[in-house]
């Protein structure tokens, strides 16, 4: 719960409920069947497509969308979750303009891809309206894997070894399932309740037992899971956050963007949730601009995000920026804090102009104020690293297969070393560790 | 500024653009809205004989789309006009009184007695109006009962009909012909042997645009039934062109004035029916589609291609592609082309590659240097031109003719300039070896 520094002006209500159902309503609305069919009719139906090849799940993007053109949108679909059952989410989520749609030829030709996500979404909204699911699970196996977290790298991998004929069962620390879909994703881009549906959607495949609030290493243990079931898939994610290791970092103003987003992400009325009128993030990533957009569809004044390096090093999307900026948000580059103040009324982070400089990033001695009546850290999570497996800078090592350095044990998603930190290549690793581990069993 | 008068037969019009005979000229109502426009002309939709003829009254026309629900080819089970003969009579003359310097031709279709001829042409002729069109084209409904297409497959019948309008009428007569035949030049023989004045076509193909699944029945689709249709629209348009070609470079009918109709939508539809030979154009399914404007259009683009290209009046071009029309076996075997990617164009879709690869004649490749790259494999190309066709940046893909002199190293051979066809080629059983 957002509390600001002392005296601030944080509270709630700051817009109506209405305001704010407008202000997060869908970013990309979905698309009617004539504009899809117009959107469908602009794919080339490439040769060994580049957008395939720039999925990180390989959704043979020109066959669906050939699909759709013919008016078959549940064929489209089960094209999509036979490489990513979790199309419906990454439809929402994806940085397409530097995947799939960066790389259509359409994009090189005039500038303007084709609408691979919006049509994505268009194929596996109209499959999972129709409340069946696409597959069949083969016979069972009489093999138990035990999957931990249930984000998208455990769904992906829970229901491709559940589809294989094995007894899955899904751990969860949090309440609910869903991970970061269900808590770290900006509410405007998930409307709707729909992180829950596909999870459910997920599940439909059948034989996955879920069990939600059980933490690994409170409640659960490799050793013991090892010891229940045939094998072990860890997609725990990463559970801590950076610090920020400034004076003042520890003052009641000064919040992680996480917990704020996941608050927002479980409020039923985002209207009631306290926010500061003037909010600075701190952070270059997805998960500073959307905490940083939504405080501003809250209603806050004036929001500023600090970012120590240039546009171009921000791992948040041009189009992410853009977004921010659209939505009336500033951007300081080439800045860092040093200080985070709350004495004598004089409320906010002061901060140093940094530069590159021969050995890295190096502060140039200048400094500048800026008010703040709550300060949201997104700097980045950390690996709450389990007992077992190794470990470097941060991350479980994983082979390959994603198989980590304990026998039965693989690991995918943010939480291992490979690949960046999206939704889709969460979704790519635990479905492929999914088959590693089904290779196995099967040997 | 070109001059875009027209001189069709005698009859004359501003432009060369006139409106077929079809719903668009049914009535007095559209055809005065069509002049306001500024169409030059228009053919009155066929009047027959009293009683008029039903139409159905469900859905008359069926269709093809392409992107974006743009209209491709429309097919219709619409019959003659519907309404009382002097009705027609009493507007036609109202209209052409009131527009004097427009074209006012009518279609008709009567039972195959010269008498129900004869009658008719009194009639329209007490109209004052311009000529006549002898409807042997429709190839619905009409066609059941010996009229229309009916007519117009049988080559004596329509010289037949054609020489009675000649002996009892002084109009210009204009026979339309169906494309629903094996060759076009024989029934256009026929009108030219009955006298006929100039031929029109193409009049519409039989068609049955789709299937419904759900209904297991054509659309369109009238109480759970659907019959043939007629199809027209831009996807007529490469029928229509051979067969007006085929008419103008025939030597029998040397001469005889072509009115070209199939598929014309814009100036340049237009100005490609009459460097085949045809002296105008009738437009039907682009106004039922968009309307009267677009004349405007097809006004202005004409004018600025003829102003462009020198050419004063539409008869300085008219005909100018008739002679470059030939039988394949005259075609030059020693002309050698290669297709050439312009590289900076390429947008790299490999549209091009897997045509190519899967179909034809593995020419062109996918990767160079371990890279997406699509070239042409000279030793392979046989310039077919596929790769053109399916590529979807214009101009990124070129047929280059090569000189003479240089090897193809497809076939080894070294091309020669001078001009070979398959008259004269080794591989003919029949052919005469050149002198």
Partial sequence: MTRGFEGADVKAGRLTSEQVAANFADLHPPLTRHEAAVAADRCYFCYDAPCMTACPTTIDIAMFIRQIAADNSDGAAKTIFDQNILGGMCARVCPTETLCEEACVREAAEGKPVEIGRLQRYATDHLMASNTHPYQRACNTGKKVAVVGA???????????????????????????????????????????????????????????????????????????????????????????????????????????????????????????????????IGGGMTAIDAAVQTKLLGAEDVTIVYRRGQEAMNAS??????????????????????????????????????????????????????????????????????????????????DEFRTSVDRVWAGGDCVAAGDDLTV??????????????????? | MADLRSDFVGIKSPNPFWLASAPPTDKEYNVVRAFEAGWG????????????????????????????????????????????????????????????DRAVVV?????????????????????????????????????????????????????????????????????????????????????????????????????????????????????????????????????????????????????????????????????????????????????????????TEMIDGLSRWMDAKGYGRTSDFTGLAVSNVTDWQYLNLNYVAKARIDQDLCIKCGRCHIACEDTSHQAITAVKDGLRHFEVIDAECVACNLCVNVCPVEDCITMEKQPAGTVDPRTGRTIVAEYGNWTQHPNNPSSVAAE
């Fill in chain 1, 425 to 443: 290549t969460a979704v790519a690793q635990g479905r492929d560790a999914a088959e590693s581990i089904h290779r196995l069993l099967m040997a």
């Fill in chain 2, 107 to 295: 279609s008709l279709m009567v039972p195959c007695e010269e008498v129900c001829w004869t009658e008719i042409l009194k009639q329209v002729e007490d109209t004052g109006a311009d000529g006549v069109e002898l409807n042997f084209g429709c190839p619905h409904g009409m066609s059941e009962r010996g009229m229309g297409s009916a007519v117009g497959q049988v080559p004596e019948y329509i010289e037949m009909v054609t020489r009675w309008c000649k002996q009892n009428t002084r109009m210009p007569v204009i026979v339309k012909l169906t494309p629903n035949i094996t060759d076009i030049r024989y029934p256009a023989r026929a009108a030219h042997a009955g006298g006929a004045d100039a031929v029109s076509l193409i009049n519409t193909v039989s068609s049955i645009t789709s299937v419904d699944l759900d209904l297991m029945a054509p659309e369109p689709t009238i109480d759970g039934k659907g019959s043939h249709g007629g199809y027209c629209g831009p996807a007529v348009k490469p029928i229509a062109l051979n067969m007006v070609a085929e008419i103008a470079r025939d030597a029998e009918m040397a001469g005889l004035p072509i009115s070209g109709i199939g598929g014309v939508t814009t100036w340049r539809d237009a100005a490609e029916f009459m460097a085949l030979g045809a002296g105008n154009v009738q437009v039907c399914t682009a106004v039922m589609t968009y309307g009267f404007r677009i004349v």
């Fill in chain 1, 151 to 281: 984000g998208p790298a455990g769904l992906a991998c829970a229901h491709r070894l559940a589809m294989k004929g094995h007894a899955v069962t899904l751990f969860d620390a949090r309440p609910k399932p869903g991970g970061l879909n269900e808590y770290g994703i900006a509410a405007y881009k998930t409307p709707g309740g729909f992180a829950r549906e596909e999870v459910d959607f997920v599940l439909g495949i059948g034989n996955i037992t879920l069990e939600t609030g059980k933490a690994l290493g409170r409640d659960i243990s490799i050793d013991g899971l090892k010891w229940d079931y045939d094998a072990v898939f860890l997609a725990i994610g990463l559970a801590g956050v950076n610090a920020l290791g400034v004076p003042g970092e520890d003052l009641p103003g000064v919040e992680d963007a996480v917990d704020f987003i996941a608050d927002l992400r479980s409020s039923q009325d985002p209207s009631s949730l306290a926010v500061g009128r003037r909010v600075v993030v």
């Fill in chain 1, 318 to 399: 041009l189009f992410e920026q853009d977004l921010a900026q659209t939505k009336g948000v500033k951007i300081r580059h080439w800045a860092k804090p040093v200080r985070v103040v709350a004495e004598d009324g004089r409320r906010g982070v002061e901060c140093e102009y940094t530069r590159a400089g021969a050995n890295g990033l190096e502060g140039t001695g200048e400094t500048f104020f800026v008010a703040a009546d709550v300060v949201l850290k997104a700097i980045g999570q950390t690996l709450e690293a389990p007992q077992g497996p190794e470990t470097e800078r941060g991350r479980l090592v994983v082979d």
């Fill in chain 2, 41 to 100: 002309g228009v053919v009155w939709k066929t009047l027959g004989l009293d009683p008029h003829i039903v139409n159905v009254n469900g859905p008359r026309y069926g269709a093809v789309w392409g992107a974006d629900r743009r209209l491709l080819g429309l097919n219709n089970i619409e019959l003659i006009t519907d309404r009382p003969l002097q009705t027609n009579l009493d507007e036609i003359k109202a209209v052409k009184r009131a527009w004097p």
